[in-house]
C-alpha cells in the first residue's frame, strides 16, 4: 500500500468541491482533508501538519503560522488574505498566493444591479405591491440614472469592469484610489478625485477594497455625513469597511436614501441586528462572487496552483514574492 507523503488541508466553508478528488490524491501521493474552521484554535488543530493549505475560512495568524512545520504554501480559494499573516509567512518561507481574477463579472454585475434597483426603487416598491398597495407614488422621489455620479473607491479590476459596463447609461464615474496611478484610472474614461470630494459628489458609492488596518471602518458617521441625503452606498468587498452602527443611523435618521450590502461585519447576522429591519437597504448573502461558472473557474485554478506545488515550483500569483529567497519550497524534495 502506497504511504501517503503530502498532506493537504482545504478549510472549506460548503461552497467549494474537493479540489482534488480520490484519483487525483493517488496520483499526486497526497491526501486532501476537508475541514470547516472559524478560530485561531480550530485552524492550527487542523492545519498543523499540513504541507499545502488551500484557505476560504480560519485564521492563520502567527502564532498559528509559527507551529505549522510542515507547511510549502498557503492557497486562497479567491482574493482576500485579511485572514492570512503574509509577513509571518513570509518570514518562516511559506508561500502564499491567490486567483486575484476570480468573480470580476459576477460581482460587477451585481454592483451593477443593485445601482439599478437602488435607482428605481425596485425592493421598496416590491414591497409595497405585496402589502396590498398598489400606488406608483410611493416610489417618487426618482431620478433618472444618466448624469447622475457613481464613486468608486478602490480601482482594480472590479471597479474597471463596473466603469466600462456603466459607461453605457450615461452615468458620470469618478474613483479615488491612491494606489493606482491618475493614468491608468483616466485610461477607463474615469475622472480621479480626492476621498472627500467622491464622499460629497457621489449619488452611487461602491467599495472596492480589501480589508486592512487603513480600511477597517473606512466608512463611519464622519464620511457618511458628507454623502448626499439622495446617495446609495453600496459594498460588495468587505463588511467590516463599514461601521454598521453609523449606517444604521444614517439609513434610519436619513442621512442617505439606502445602501446594498452583500456582506456584513458580522456573517450571518445576527436576527436582531437593527439592519435586517430597516426598508431603505438591501442585503444578500455574500453571493456577489457566485456563478458555476466563476466557482469551476476557481477550483481548476487552484487545483493548478497546489499541483504546481506538490511538484516543487512556485504556483502563479505569488502575494509574498520576496519569500523565494527562502522558501520552504526550495527544500521540497527533502520531504
Known amino acids: 500500500m502506497l504511504k501517503i507523503k503530502y498532506r493537504i488541508v482545504q478549510?472549506?466553508?460548503?461552497?467549494?468541491?474537493?479540489?482534488?478528488?480520490?484519483?487525483?490524491?493517488?496520483?499526486?501521493?497526497?491526501?486532501l482533508k476537508l475541514v470547516n474552521v472559524r478560530t485561531e484554535q480550530e485552524t492550527l488543530s487542523a492545519c498543523r501538519n499540513a504541507h499545502l493549505v488551500l484557505v476560504t475560512r480560519g485564521l492563520f495568524t502567527k502564532k498559528v503560522l509559527e507551529k505549522m512545520k510542515y507547511c510549502l504554501a498557503i492557497i486562497r480559494l479567491g482574493v482576500g488574505v485579511e485572514n492570512i499573516d503574509l509577513k509571518s509567512a513570509t518570514e518562516l518561507g511559506i508561500t502564499v498566493?491567490?486567483?486575484?481574477?476570480?468573480?470580476?463579472?459576477?460581482?460587477?454585475?451585481?454592483?451593477?444591479?443593485?445601482?439599478?434597483?437602488?435607482?428605481?426603487?425596485?425592493?421598496?416598491?416590491?414591497?409595497?405591491?405585496?402589502?396590498?398597495?398598489?400606488?406608483?407614488?410611493?416610489?417618487?422621489?426618482i431620478s433618472r440614472l444618466k448624469n447622475q455620479t457613481l464613486g468608486l473607491i478602490g480601482f482594480g479590476r472590479i471597479a474597471r469592469a463596473i466603469a466600462a459596463?456603466?459607461?453605457?447609461?450615461?452615468?458620470?464615474?469618478?474613483?479615488?484610489?491612491?494606489?493606482?496611478k491618475k493614468q491608468e484610472i483616466k485610461r477607463f474614461?474615469?475622472?480621479?478625485?480626492?476621498?472627500?470630494?467622491?464622499?460629497?459628489?457621489?449619488?452611487?458609492i461602491s467599495l472596492?477594497?480589501?480589508?486592512?488596518?487603513?480600511?477597517?471602518?473606512?466608512?463611519?458617521?464622519?464620511?457618511?455625513?458628507?454623502?448626499?441625503?439622495?446617495?446609495?452606498?453600496?459594498n460588495t468587498s468587505r463588511g467590516r469597511i463599514i461601521n454598521e452602527v453609523a449606517l444604521y443611523k444614517a439609513l434610519k435618521e436619513g442621512w442617505i436614501a439606502g445602501a446594498a450590502l452583500d456582506v456584513l461585519e458580522k456573517e450571518p447576522p445576527d436576527i436582531n441586528n437593527p439592519l435586517l429591519k430597516l426598508n431603505n437597504v438591501i442585503l444578500t448573502p455574500h453571493f456577489a462572487s457566485y456563478s458555476e461558472e466563476a466557482f469551476?473557474?476557481?477550483?481548476?485554478?487552484?487545483?493548478?496552483?497546489?499541483?504546481?506545488?506538490?511538484?516543487?515550483?512556485f504556483p502563479?500569483?505569488?502575494?509574498?514574492?520576496s519569500v523565494e529567497r527562502k522558501a520552504r519550497l526550495l527544500e521540497f524534495k527533502k520531504f
Open 208 to 234: 472596492h477594497l480589501p480589508l486592512k488596518e487603513k480600511t477597517y471602518h473606512l466608512i463611519g458617521e464622519k464620511q457618511l455625513r458628507k454623502m448626499k441625503r439622495n446617495a446609495y452606498l453600496i
Open 165 to 180: 459596463k456603466m459607461k453605457g447609461f450615461g452615468i458620470n464615474i469618478i474613483a479615488y484610489d491612491p494606489y493606482v
Open 316 to 321: 502563479n500569483h505569488i502575494l509574498n514574492p
Open 97 to 141: 498566493a491567490n486567483v486575484p481574477d476570480f468573480c470580476v463579472e459576477e460581482v460587477s454585475d451585481t454592483v451593477i444591479g443593485f445601482i439599478l434597483a437602488l435607482n428605481r426603487k425596485l425592493f421598496s416598491l416590491h414591497k409595497t405591491v405585496i402589502g396590498g398597495r398598489w400606488d406608483r407614488r410611493l416610489g417618487r422621489p
Open 11 to 31: 478549510t472549506d466553508n460548503g461552497n467549494f468541491s474537493p479540489i482534488f478528488d480520490r484519483k487525483a490524491q493517488r496520483i499526486f501521493n497526497c491526501q
Open 296 to 313: 469551476r473557474e476557481l477550483e481548476e485554478r487552484v487545483r493548478e496552483a497546489a499541483i504546481a506545488v506538490l511538484r516543487g515550483r
Open 189 to 204: 474614461l474615469v475622472r480621479t478625485v480626492n476621498f472627500d470630494y467622491l464622499l460629497k459628489q457621489s449619488d452611487f
